[in-house]
């Protein structure tokens, strides 16, 4: 019987992937309470909540899942802290900015192509997808972004999958303009539903550090 996958929830996109035998972390966001990340052209966004582990208290990883570049879903302490030789999968555009800051092992992956980790007869397959970073013509001004689709396969035969494409949402950093300016935040009527939540069974709590949200769910029944 294949193993459960399971996701460990550290805060805003973090996340832990567990799946088929490979472990996977994806958009490192490890920034505290209150302090900001840069966002480029002016921007920052400010962090709302603790992340519930520290990149010190995660477990062996096989890859780094990055959807896109922006410092608050790869920020400073992720630069500082991550191995310069852990695989990171991502867009070409952040590809070649990470290659520069050392990370040698980044991979731009451009729209349906996809990047293979092989391990004891299983594959573990990532294929970027089509994203949408912003509303409207903000898109357009924003860095590109992918979803990623995960196959795992034994055999030859597909034995899980889970995809996601990125769509503009509200997250627990509230961007800003400027340099110390008022806060923007997107008027009610623009704000995209919720998604539903997921079933309680599907829930557990996990330790986490601080005040941050550490869930641990079990795509599997």
């Known amino acids: 019987m294949a193993e459960h996958p399971q996701v460990t929830f550290i805060g805003t996109a973090t996340t832990v992937l567990r799946i088929g035998g490979f472990t996977l972390l994806t958009d490192p966001n490890f920034l505290h309470r209150g302090q900001r990340a840069y966002l480029g052209k002016g921007l920052w966004s400010r962090r709302r909540t603790d992340p519930a582990l520290r990149i010190a208290q995660l477990p062996h990883l096989d890859a780094v899942v990055l959807s896109h570049l922006h410092g608050d879903h790869f920020d400073r302490v992720a630069r500082r802290e991550l191995d310069r030789e852990l695989p990171i999968v991502t867009t070409p555009v952040a590809e070649r900015k990470l290659r520069r800051w ?71 950093t509230r961007p800003a303009a400027g340099a110390g300016s008022s806060r923007y935040a997107p008027s009610r009527a623009a704000r995209p539903r919720r998604s539903p939540r997921p079933p309680e069974r599907w829930i557990r709590r996990a330790g986490g550090i601080g005040s941050g949200p550490g869930n641990l769910i079990d795509l599997a029944d």
Do not use: N
Request: aromatic content about 6%; glycine content about 12%; charged content about 25%.
């Open 102 to 172: 050392g990370f040698h092992a980044a991979e731009g992956l451009p729209t349906w192509s996809s990047r293979e980790l092989h391990r004891d007869g299983t594959t573990l397959r990532l294929t970027s997808m089509p994203g949408k970073h912003g509303p409207g013509a903000l898109d357009r001004l924003l860095p590109d972004v992918m979803g990623t689709m995960i196959d795992v396969e034994r055999g030859g035969r597909r034995e899980f999958r889970l995809s996601s494409a990125p769509r503009w949402r509200t997250s627990s």
